[in-house]
């Protein structure tokens, strides 16, 4: 039997206050060239508190990009419910519009809910400091580098206003040094900004680095696996014994070694 993931509180009903993110049962089957179904995705049971960081890691063709798209609501699940407060997706990509600037790329989320150009930019153009970005507001993507592409997408998604960020693979594409960099970066705009995450990574040591708790994600069907608590303090050093056996524990769930299951609440 699959763990279940559970924070300390209890999920209310979807988009009141106190709702982080709530599956129950969730399943995904798709149907492929032919007609034939193909699960994605089977008794995903998760529950994570608001401004609590849960990072999803598995195999390829898991299921974690489309557990990320049923949370914010992109698709539907063929069984199960999906309880969540509003949620905006940051894919992997950053999806930059080359013919605007880093200043309105940031606006855009703002620009699109209905705010004038001015009151958006002003709004974005305040948090350009606090994201690294202050001096480059007028810059097109092609003069940012990945980094800092990936902060004005990051702010973009920070702007939509959304309690809940699901971010899938944002680091994905950056080399290891900066890859690095963002994390440390992204853990900073977190403790400024709290928001509930849902981090997909392929990164089991970016997982721990980052997330309250980890879950593992078994090959498809997605399934929980293991839930692994994350307790160390802010900022976390990579080379701490117990992160450094927490990543061991992960990886050994992913490559099938035989293991306790820890986590359920």
């Not at 997605?222 to 160390?232: F, H, I, N, S, W």
Request: proline letters at 7%; one cysteine or more.
């Amino acid at each position: 039997m699959p763990t279940q993931l559970q924070s300390r509180p209890r999920p209310s009903q979807s988009g009141s206050a106190d709702v982080g993110i709530a599956l129950q049962g969730v399943g995904r089957t798709y149907r492929d060239r032919r007609g034939a179904g193909v699960r994605a995705l089977d008794a995903i049971s998760l529950r994570v508190a608001p401004a609590e960081v849960l990072a999803v890691v598995g195999p390829s063709g898991c299921g974690k990009s489309t557990l990320l798209e049923l949370i914010c609501g992109l698709q539907r699940p063929d069984q199960g419910t999906v309880a969540c407060a509003p949620a905006v997706l940051m894919p992997q990509r950053d999806l930059l519009l080359p013919w605007l600037s880093a200043l309105d790329n940031a606006a855009l989320a703002l620009r699109i809910s209905g705010l004038s150009r001015e009151r958006a930019r002003a709004r974005a153009a305040a948090l350009f400091a606090e994201m690294g970005l202050d001096g480059f507001e007028h810059s097109r993507p092609s003069e940012l580098s990945g980094g800092m592409r990936q902060r004005v997408a990051f702010l973009r998604t920070l702007l939509s206003g959304k309690r809940v960020l699901c971010l899938d693979e944002p680091f994905g594409a950056l080399d290891a040094i900066t890859r690095a960099e963002m994390q440390e970066w992204l853990a900073g705009a977190l403790a400024r900004e709290p928001r509930t995450v849902a981090l997909v990574t392929h990164d089991v040591e970016e997982a721990i680095v980052l997330a309250d708790r980890v879950a593992v994600l078994s090959p498809r069907p997605g399934r929980v696996l293991e839930v692994l608590e994350v307790e160390a303090p802010r900022p976390r050093a990579r080379t701490d014994a117990a992160l450094i056996a927490l990543r061991e524990r992960a990886l050994g769930a992913l490559q099938g070694a035989p293991t306790p299951m820890v986590g359920a609440r």
